[in-house]
């Protein structure tokens, strides 16, 4: 466990930096709302949503996987002038790519605004957003560079720097100059601007006009197979919604999307490992190395995740009760499915990067493609019955199915010694706990018991192995007084 147990503490160390961020992020996404909601009217709230929406599926067509390509090229050589070569291209091809998508979003904002709301008097806010896209596309970009160097610190300052700025802006915009929904894009995408311009002075000697077609070209052959796979994903997280409004009622969306804002809990902690985990895997050069490090990341995280998602389902009713109204009591019912779906959505992200490894990207689509089948299929079978609770279903359906699809696939092209039987006992003792809990209804203290009690269930399943009963051992005996 030796080289493994530094290798974990690296990927945890940078996961938690991170996790750092985002929880900063979302605090104050949450303290902004009221001031979104005091400002500005349901209907431009939601033109601001449905905009944000549209950047983000545009974003991922236009980047055509080069983020995810960048990952895996700047890893296949140790040579300082390959790797510049590399985070070249990518950076003037995103710059190009972006700038394409500015130029045709301002020349068709007339356009999509008609499309979208039914009138052209929004294009100027279409176009904002438009800026807005090609500010976040090529301020990802540079900062995936921190994110390759394992300077999540630096990254993590960035993205708080860009998080202050956007508040100062927005607050001076939306509530001193009332630029209404206008200012809350131009706002949003300002921090964005000014950390970006700074990045390109700090990476000037790194940055240059050099660009290598066949470099790209291989890139695109890598990253291309992953757009249909972001579209796909994009469309399991949020179909659901889209069907409940259609199929249930506005009120069942209010209470499914107050149960989701409490399992994204489980969000931050993905978000924080999805930081960290592509720079952390493709790093490790030696492949004997890399696949016994994969195999206990994916039961750890499979235990870390299904402890909270434990937690989470448990301890729902009580949550909700005092983050929310009483009438949106009946939230914490899809919380618990939503918690575990996240779960087998962390071992997809595990999984996957053998298929990145490999090269071999070309499948992923057809993995995500059929989670988003059974997604849609569930959601139209499901809802009319069940409503709220059929979306939770078809979501824990959906990534379980992304899940094993490609783990299947995976194991196929680069096998790892994944410690299924572990991975399994960590999973099923979670659920197993959880419904016990559910259906015991002691109250507030029994079910801070439960979900305390989740790893000491572990000891009797025998899920631990013998070096990890005496590290936990040797922290205990250190613990007492």
Known sequence: MGPIGAQLKRLGKHSAIYGLGGLVSRIIAVLLLPLYTRYLSPSDYGKVETLIA????????????????????????PEPEQRRLVLRTSFWFTMSMATLGLVAGVALSPAISELLFGTSNDAELVAAS????????????????????????????????????????????????????????????????VVYLALVGYRREQLGLQFDRGLLREMNRFGLPLVPTALFLWTTNFSDRLFLVKLADTEEVGLYSVGVRIASAMVLLLTAFRLAWPAFAYSIEDDREARRTYAYVLTYLVLVTTWVATGLTLLSPWIVDWLAAPAFESSSRVVGPLAFAAVAFGGYIVVAIGVGRARRTQFNWVVTGAAAAVNIALNLILIPSYGMMGAAVATVAAYATMFAGMSWWAQRIYRVPYQWRRVLTAALAGVALAVTGKLVEGGLAVALAFAVAYPLVLLPLGFYLPAERRAIGARLRLARP
């Open 54 to 77: 549209l950047a983000t599926v545009t974003g991922v067509v236009l980047r055509m996987g080069i983020t995810s390509a960048f990952f895996r090229f700047y890893f296949d050589s």
């Open 130 to 193: 438009f800026v807005g896209l090609w500010c976040g596309m090529n301020y990802e970009q540079l900062t995936s560079l921190f994110r390759v160097e394992e300077r999540s610190t630096a990254f993590v300052s960035a993205s708080l720097t860009n998080i202050l700025i956007t508040i100062g802006t927005t607050l001076l915009l939306v509530v001193a100059l009332d630029a209404g929904p206008l200012g809350v894009i131009v706002g949003n995408f300002t921090g964005t601007l």
